[in-house]
């Protein structure tokens, strides 16, 4: 199989997997107790948080273990407008969040916060400027991904969190996506809350991070019972998953410059192939640097995204589309929507994510594989051929 859906999960690393055994059977000790056996836990538990902060080059202390990514971001918003509920209940976020900050967003609306979607341009980027515009006195929290999951733009989160500093605002990003994938220097980002999930990076479902800066410190627990975390995340801690996002991130820390090389190389390729062999492919997102070195997506013209996905799993290769499959009916990616493409384009959407393992010769594969795809669903397509009328 040819996997290219690694934006979705990753396959774990056997290394991460060795280092977890140990603490399902024998080290199996909770951590909250006092006997030696759960020092070995304790000591894990440390020893995974070390890690984890020195890929985001910040202290031990702010790093707050959780189920993954959706909690995180769960968490960070709650907690961060209750713990300012006093000053206001403005939120401002973007159009092209993941479902784990926008349904948060929603629900909040649906208790009486009201919600700021910024707009984004052609590629997906927001800029510092329209969060200056959108600040209001009674704004208590800016949520704007690191990077988008579907087209791979790389939002300007220093700008962001530089005008949500200054103008007093606290800042949450959902660093899903980008955590282990490019760089992220919390000494440097003015950023208060980050969400990551570790089977995004080789590492175990089922647990991620959340980062507390200073001025989000004193943010309450959403889940309450014990006093693991330090009273901020009660439940006892998944060691074993713990143990394997720390290796994961060490792994992500040491390998970081060339895997990105290597899948920018990868991607660029990728791009231009499909874009020289399959006509009227558009190509969403943005380029080089801004956008995430393993995301590449396409949109066929005429072509539904499903059943592109449907023919490539049956050849072999597992990819994605922007797009959320509800009972009977597909619905148009919002990411594609709010970049400007209409209701088909929205539904025409591939995702190719590449991992560390990706080689040239699977891509070459998929681009052929594409190209026999797409030719086969245009030939019966009406639509098409009046298109291709109407251009000759
Ligand atoms: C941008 C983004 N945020 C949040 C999540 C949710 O993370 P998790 O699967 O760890 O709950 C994902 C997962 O796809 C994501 O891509």
Known sequence: MIYLDNAATTKMKQCVLDEMMPYFTENFGNASAVYSLANKSKFALDKARDRVAALLNTRAERIFFTSG????????????????????????????????VVNTC?????????????????????????????????????????????????????????????????????????????????????????????????????????????????????????????????????????VGFGKACEIAKETLSQRMQRERELRDYMKQKVLATIPHTTWHGSDGEDRLPGNLNFGFRFVEAESVLILLDQRGIAASSGSACTAGSIDPSHVLIAIGADEDEGRESIRLTLSDETTKEELDECALQLQEIVSMLRSGSLLYEDFLKQNA
């Not at 968490?75 to 209750?82: D, E, G, L, R």
């Not at 800066?213 to 309450?224: F, K, M, W």
């Not at 014990?226 to 901020?232: H, L």
């Open 69 to 100: 990514g959706s909690e995180s971001d769960n968490w960070a918003i709650m907690q961060s407008v209750q713990m300012m509920s006093s000053k206001g209940r403005h939120i401002i976020t973007t159009a092209i969040e993941h479902p784990a």
């Open 106 to 242: 929603r629900s909040l609306e649906e208790a009486g916060y009201e919600v700021t979607y910024l707009p984004v341009d052609q590629k997906g980027f927001v800029t510092a400027d329209q969060v200056k515009q959108a600040i209001r006195e009674d704004t208590v929290l800016v949520s704007v991904m690191f990077a988008n999951n579907e087209i791979g733009t790389i939002e300007p989160i220093a700008a962001i969190g530089e005008v949500c500093q200054e103008k007093g605002v606290l800042f949450h990003t959902d660093a899903v996506q980008a955590f282990g994938q490019i760089p992220i220097d919390l000494s440097e980002l003015k950023v208060d809350l980050l969400s990551a999930s570790s089977h995004k990076i080789y590492g175990p479902k089922g647990v991620g991070i959340l980062y507390l800066g200073p001025r989000a410190s004193g943010i309450r627990s959403l889940i309450h019972g014990g006093s693991q975390e330090r009273n901020k995340r009660a439940g006892t801690e998944n060691i074993p998953a713990i």
